[in-house]
């Protein structure tokens, strides 16, 4: 029998909630973000119902088996678990390490990039001019729910970050054409700092240049670029590697 309950809607980006699709995703958002949680739905053959109900008992959100509800907000994905959550501002801590992405393009790279820089201690990300919406339900899925253990934050410009978090802070974009390459001999030592990516298509405008000290990740001439999440990937581990991973 169904709830006595209207079916979720379809995603929007214009919705004050959004999705958490599968069952870890959803349970790292009733661990971690549990007042945001609004309903939990769940198949009749998802094996760890007894689990799921525990946690959602603990933070009082509804537990529901509802397998339509499922079909309707995963969208044809095989989806055994989704949380439903409120929308919620990201904020960023000024004595962390933080990486900042200027117009994200992909919402798979996005959500790799989340569980990336999560699995090297950074808890702080920024996102520069829009670009990919961050609560798409894709993007949550391909974190793996590590954006709710994240702090992210969006600004309109490289400007308004600046001047909310640039003093005292040492700024690194990475660039093609950047001045000084990354090795893990070569990379700074800083207290705090600011790892700066640009859009996938495109990288960093040529102003970054006049930005912090700008990097390069050398590479052979068989590739235009590497993939944003990979480059990311090498910047924050090379830099947490040589800096410390930051405190929690």
Same mark, same amino acid.
């Given at each position: 029998m169904a709830p006595d309950r209207e079916l979720p809607k379809k995603y929007k980006k214009e919705f004050d909630h959004s999705y958490a699709l599968g069952p870890f995703p959803t349970f790292e958002m009733l661990r971690y973000r549990p007042e945001q949680a609004r309903c939990v739905y769940m198949d009749e053959r998802f094996h760890q119902w007894e689990k799921l109900q525990a946690l959602c008992d603990q933070a009082g959100v509804p537990c529901l088996v509802w397998n339509k509800a499922l079909e309707r907000i995963a969208q044809k994905e095989v989806c055994y678990a989704a949380g439903e959550?409120?929308?919620?501002?990201?904020? $960023?801590? +000024?004595?962390r390490p933080h990486v900042a992405l200027v117009e994200p393009g992909d919402m798979g790279n996005l959500g790799t990039i989340l569980r990336t820089v999560l699995g090297f201690g950074i808890r702080d990300l920024a996102v520069i001019g829009g670009g990919v919406d961050l609560w798409n339900p894709k993007v949550v899925r391909a974190s793996m729910g590590a954006v709710f253990r994240l702090e992210v934050a969006f600004f309109d410009d490289f400007t308004a970050y600046m001047e909310r978090f640039g003093p005292g802070r040492d700024i690194f974009p990475f660039m093609l054409d950047?001045?000084?390459? $990354?090795? +893990?001999?070569?990379c700074p030592q800083s207290p705090i700092y600011t790892l700066v990516f640009g859009n996938e298509a495109t990288g960093l405008p040529p102003e970054f240049q006049g930005v912090g000290r700008s990097l390069f990740i050398d590479q052979t001439d068989a590739v235009d670029s590497l993939n944003l999440a990979v480059a990311v990937g090498v910047g924050t581990y090379l830099f947490t590697q040589k800096n410390g991973r930051p405190s929690q």
């Open positions: 959550f409120e929308k919620y501002p990201g904020r $960023l801590h +000024p004595g950047g001045g000084t390459v $990354l090795t +893990p001999e070569s």
